[in-house]
């Protein structure tokens, strides 16, 4: 899942608008224009699309973070320069509030059951020795259910096509 995709699903299932998208940056100290937040949205094959880098994608999920939480003092959190599909799930997670239960009742939304020991795993340090890779399907699973849970649209995937990462992207 590309970055944009992301971008995409979150400013659908949380219905934002740009003035919103563009607050969401702010809250996490990076200034955005609205023509940037546009291109970012654009679909693979317009002329005007931009790819959105990791850093902007974890500016962005900061200032959710922030939006739905509060900012903490001291401080704004550092954009990670490389996000993975872990470091995405947990932060949504925390920016929801949600707790494990919550997740999992997310996810059973999908029809898609995991466990409660597997869905700590994707909430581990890397080096951990039960630390588990958060795969496509997870977070595919997980947004498609948050989907249902604030849109209530019964047919999650079909507005969003889900392309494998382009080269020069890591797969996330």
Known sequence: MTNNDLLRRLRYIFDFD?????????QADHKVT????????????????????????????NGLINDKRGK???????????????????KLKIAL??????VLATLE??????????LSAFFRK??????RECKDQVLRNYLN????????????????????PSENQPES
Not at 145 to 164: C, H, I, M, N, V
């Open 18 to 26: 740009d003035a919103k998208m563009i607050s969401l940056f702010g």
């Open 34 to 61: 609205r023509a940037q937040v546009s291109a970012w949205l654009k679909k693979e094959d317009d002329a005007a699309y931009q790819e959105c880098n990791d850093s902007t994608l974890a500016s962005f999920l």
């Open 72 to 90: 903490k003092d001291g401080p704004q959190a550092v954009p990670e320069e490389k996000l993975t599909n872990n470091i995405i799930f947990n």
């Open 97 to 102: 509030n949600m707790k494990a239960e919550d």
């Open 109 to 118: 939304l999908t029809d898609f059951r995991i466990s409660k020991h597997e």
């Open 126 to 131: 890397p080096g951990h020795k039960h630390y």
């Open 145 to 164: 259910g948050l989907q249902l849970k604030y849109r209530g649209d019964s047919e999650p995937d079909t507005a969003f096509e889900w392309k494998q």
